[in-house]
């Protein structure tokens, strides 16, 4: 670029559109279905929040510092492309993980939900016998697929193997209604039965089988199942917290050194991204076309939840492969990333480095510790970031007990964002009308309201109709804490003041609630969890709304009223002494005019 560039703002405007939209896909294409693909490998919740924590953790703290960093020694548009290019890579590397169990859950491809696929998280083998009461006339030996069951001990299982020599398991919609209906009532949370020994049937008709412990529901979509909510609490008792040393060695280390190196490569990107955007277009006065960038984020991400969703429903199947079905969400994250690394290659980024101070962080965090109201709205966010993490990564395991497909679940996030969009013309007259602390409250009480009704799902279906109130609960609520921060921060902290609050204080609240949340689903239950989630914000909902008016208020200055008072004060100061002026010289023309006279 030139010394004296031509700055093409609707070029920039265009690319900037297209890069958003691309990494919305991007990112919905694997991001909602990321703990379900932890699930598919085996892992229970307390492994799984931990897993989460660790990325909300990085993105919280490593993202501002590359910003720093690409900011001050000019490498914005190397940092974005070696993001996206590493980002292709080390994506992949959770292909590589190997599941807990190598027998995974059947997945039927005929397109019914009976054959919902299943995953094996920690084992707990026992030996049990079930005895087999034969049907008069019926030929099928004991051991069978076609068993009655009667059970002792344990009986719940996803399928029979046919024989020792076969691997295949049979799902729950191909045994006997009879055998289902015995499983169905005994409501825990073992898996699968393998035969322990091929040897052939005997008198008493008993057979042994190995049983497998999993933290899954066996029917999708069966309200037979009683309570699917509390399937979802591993209660194993093998190694620590359900996981054997062999399987933390063999799945979950391999799984936590790819998802950190992952998320290394990826959190800076968005943050880097809008600063140098925004720097772009401020060197023209066009800033105020920056904000509505944000649309085709959301509308990439729609479009990418459910594409994606959709096409893993129908690839999963063609591709055959050895693991999880999830790994498709993968290959199109890197094909996805590989698009938006050639747009990249022409988003606009400045060259010319403004003399701005440094360490604006630390400016920030000095300006919320002498403001109550700025900690009041700290603790909010720390507080809406640990309540979201509990959906977005338990959501999906609760959705699946009860029977959603993938498909379900995507367009139940896309509803959620498409409602934000819609209610965004009304943003001007909701905050008017309720004030920035009204709507904070309205937030967080849908956002409770939210987590109240997820505890009492009871159909694939039943998500659905609550999804419209994200447009309050995550959209409305930030426009409200956007607007809070940038009237309480001083004059150039605004836009540092608001990305601490969603990267450090709102990533920290997702850290916090995803370690605590994944213990509490496997001590309690997924509903607990989120009944818990809406108790606190409910509480927190109360303290805020009572303690925020009482807080002092410091009275902004507008300097552009400053200003102006300033400009009439100076012509009404220049007219009095044009007055006085004219009254002295008056004043001293009659008085000669006097003298003259008496002489």
């Known amino acids: ?63 501002p510092f590359c910003a720093f960093l690409a900011e001050s020694y000019q490498k914005r548009r190397v940092l974005l492309i070696g993001s996206l290019l590493g980002s292709v890579g080390a994506s992949l590397l959770m292909v590589l993980v190997p599941p807990l169990d190598k027998d995974l859950g059947y997945r039927s491809c005929n397109g019914s939900h009976s054959g919902t696929p299943t995953a094996l998280p920690p084992e707990e083998k026992l030996t049990v016998n079930f005895t087999s009461a034969q049907e008069p006339g019926s030929n099928h030996p004991a051991g069978a697929s076609s068993l009655p069951a009667k059970s002792t001990g344990i009986g719940v299982a996803s399928g029979l193997r046919k024989g020792p020599a076969e691997s295949v398991q049979e799902p729950f919609g191909r045994l006997p209604r009879n055998f289902v209906g015995s499983v169905e009532r005994a409501r825990t949370t073992t898996e699968v039965l393998h035969p322990l020994s091929s040897g052939g049937k005997n008198t008493s008709g008993e057979v042994a089988f190995k049983v497998v412990s999993t933290a899954l529901p066996l029917l999708a979509g069966g309200s037979a199942l009683g309570s699917p909510a509390n399937l979802s609490a591993a209660k194993g008792s093998s190694g620590t917290l359900g996981l054997s040393p062999e399987g933390f060695r063999r799945t979950f280390v391999p799984c936590l050194v790819s998802l950190v190196f992952w998320e290394l490569l990826t959190a800076p990107l968005e943050q880097v991204a809008d600063d140098s955007l925004f720097e772009y277009l401020d060197f023209v006065d066009a800033t105020d076309r920056y904000r509505s960038l944000w649309i085709w984020k959301l509308l990439g991400t729609s479009a990418g939840v459910c594409g994606t969703a959709a096409l893993v429903e129908q690839l999963a199947c063609f591709l055959k492969t050895s693991g999880p079905w999830g790994v498709v969400h993968f290959y199109g994250y890197s094909l996805v990333s590989t698009l938006a690394l050639l747009v990249s290659i022409v988003f606009p980024v400045p060259i010319c480095r403004r003399q701005e101070p440094s360490y604006k962080t630390v400016k920030a965090l000095s300006l919320v510790e002498g403001d109550p109201r700025l900690i009041l709205l700290a603790f909010t966010v720390f507080l809406i970031g640990a309540a979201t993490s509990t959906v977005q990564n338990f959501l999906f395991w609760h959705m699946e007990d009860h029977g959603s497909s993938e498909l379900v679940m995507g367009f139940s996030v896309a509803l959620g964002l498409l409602g934000e969009i819609l209610l965004h013309p009304f943003k001007p007259t909701l905050l008017r009308k309720l004030s920035r602390a009204g709507t904070v409250g309205l937030g967080l009480g849908c956002l409770s309201g939210q987590l109240l009704y997820y505890s009492f799902l009871w159909s694939w279906w039943s998500v659905l109709p609550v999804q419209i109130l994200s447009a309050v609960s995550n959209g409305a609520l930030w426009w409200a804490v956007g607007a809070s921060v940038e009237d309480l921060a001083t004059p150039g902290m605004e836009r540092p003041l608001s990305a601490m609050f969603r990267s450090h204080v709102y990533g920290g609240g997702a850290s916090l609630g995803s370690f605590v949340g994944g213990f509490m689903v496997r001590r309690f239950s997924l509903a607990v969890l989120y009944q818990a989630s809406c108790v606190v914000l409910l509480l927190w909902l109360a303290l805020f709304l009572s303690v925020q008016p009482r807080l002092p208020r410091e009275r902004k200055i507008s300097y552009s009223k400053l200003l102006v008072v300033e400009a009439s004060d100076t012509s009404d100061s220049e007219q009095g002494t044009e007055r006085d002026w004219l009254v002295k010289a008056s004043l001293g023309r009659s008085q000669r005019t006097g003298q003259n006279s008496a002489f």
Request: net charge positive; charged share 10%.
């Open 1 to 63: 670029m030139s010394a004296n560039p031509q700055w093409d703002i609707s070029r920039a405007l265009g690319v900037a559109r297209l890069f958003h939209l691309v990494c919305g896909v991007r990112d919905a294409s694997v991001t909602p279905f990321l703990t379900l693909y932890l699930r598919q490998l085996g892992l229970a919740a307390p492994w799984v929040g931990i897993l989460m924590g660790t990325k909300h953790l990085i993105a919280a703290f490593w993202a």
